[in-house]
């Protein structure tokens, strides 16, 4: 496996071509679920616009940590050092997780005393409560993915984002129609 890059416009637009589309799935499973949620009714689209905001908190850490990793990775990858990428996934998947662990916590131990401080409607607090605290469990599954994206951005391997993409667009249409 070929680490090393070339710097010409192909090559540029064969590696990022693939990170764009990973980014553009997420966004319109998105808007998919929204229109879903819209067809339920004002309040539960109020729901989901608020913890979907909660929840991109805890998705911009992912990305930050993916950001960290992918450019250790990349230098790694620059070096000829293969084993140390492999090292450098496994304490960047623990992290991770062990982040993921903390989000939750956080979710279970103050969101549910804010949310019903800073929400009027008593109704769409407890329905934002009630989707935060099944949707906060994602959390893991995200920042492994973002993990995984990390190894394949910092590996020059980004042809394999595109299947993971197209996986996950499949399952959330999958579980979002039945």
């Known amino acids: 496996m070929e680490l090393k890059l070339t710097t010409s416009y192909r090559q540029i ?21 929204n229109i879903f949620l819209g067809g339920l009714g004002e309040r539960e689209l109020a729901s989901a616009g608020i913890t979907g905001v909660y929840y991109l ?3 911009v850490i992912g990305n930050g940590l993916n950001n960290g990793l992918q450019a250790l990775i990349a230098r790694r990858a620059g070096q000829g050092l293969p084993k140390e990428i492999g090292r450098l996934f496994f304490h960047g998947v623990w992290i ?15 969101a549910p005393t804010i949310l019903r401080a800073t929400i009027h409607d008593p109704i769409i607090a407890d329905q934002v409560i009630n989707f935060l605290l099944i949707r906060i469990w994602g959390l893991p599954f995200l920042y492994l993915y973002v993990m995984r994206n990390a190894l394949l951005v910092g ?14 667009a499949s399952v959330n249409i999958f579980w979002t129609t039945h």
Request: glycine share 8%; charged share 5%; aromatic share 14%.
């Open 155 to 168: 590996t020059n391997q980004t042809r394999f984002l595109i299947w993971g993409t197209l996986a996950e």
């Open 57 to 59: 908190i805890f998705a």
């Open 13 to 33: 637009l064969f590696m990022a071509m693939p990170i764009s589309m990973a980014m553009l799935v997420p966004q319109l499973n998105f808007i998919t679920n």
């Open 96 to 110: 991770a997780l062990a982040i993921a662990g903390l989000g939750i916590g956080v979710t279970y131990l103050f």
